[in-house]
């Protein structure tokens, strides 16, 4: 029986590089300059922005990889289909049947190929921007001391908290004491005097 080649999917990792920031702005070297707010919260915003977009990466490569898993037990069901037709000497209606199956699978497949090569150049612009935007705004804050008040305005405690899930926000202790210290103080100021030892 003469049938359609099969056409491969492509295999494809992900490497992802982790977070820079989370606790090592913490990190006290007392001979240097303390961070500012505005320092760390330039830092926060491109921690959530790459966030947001290491998300959206992550959820396409489980989807590749779902639809790769989908495509290679297809892959087997065809060659075990093949095996059994050759055996029976079909038809030509059978043969026509099998070669359509052959063509649509080759279909997904090429398209699977393309959105894989697709989410590579997304992935490595993805680590460019890391590397070239993220990094060198946040590294140079994580060998400076940076205060409690500091982390808790900059991560927004006095507000909505919008960066409150970010990992160096989350290690800031007693954020609850901070906030009450903060409330009776009644501005940054007085906060940043008063608080700063809560």
Request: hydrophobic letters at 35%; aromatic letters at 8%.
């Amino acid at each position: 029986m003469s049938a359609p080649n099969m056409h491969y999917p492509s295999t494809f990792s992900v490497a992802f590089i982790a977070a820079v920031f989370c606790s090592t702005v913490h990190a006290q070297a007392p001979s240097t300059e303390p961070v500012q707010e505005a320092e760390l919260r330039t830092c926060l915003e491109l921690e959530q922005q790459g966030l947001s977009r290491f998300n959206a990466l992550e959820q396409r490569a489980n989807s590749l990889r779902s639809t790769e898993k989908q495509l290679s037990d297809k892959r087997v069901a065809l060659q075990s289909q093949k095996k059994r037709l050759d055996a029976a000497k079909p038809d030509t209606k059978a043969i026509a049947q099998f070669n359509e199956s052959i063509n649509g699978f080759n279909q997904q497949t090429d398209q699977l190929n393309a959105e894989v090569s697709k989410f590579e150049v997304d992935s490595t612009n993805y680590q460019d921007w890391m590397n070239n935007t993220l990094k060198p705004a946040c590294n140079k804050l994580t060998t400076r001391p940076v205060s409690n008040m500091t982390t808790f305005f900059a991560c927004g405690f006095d507000k909505q908290g919008e960066f409150a899930q970010l990992p160096h926000c989350k290690t800031l202790p007693e954020v609850d004491k901070l906030k009450t210290c903060v409330q009776k103080a009644g501005n940054k100021t007085k906060a940043q005097e008063m608080c700063n030892g809560s």
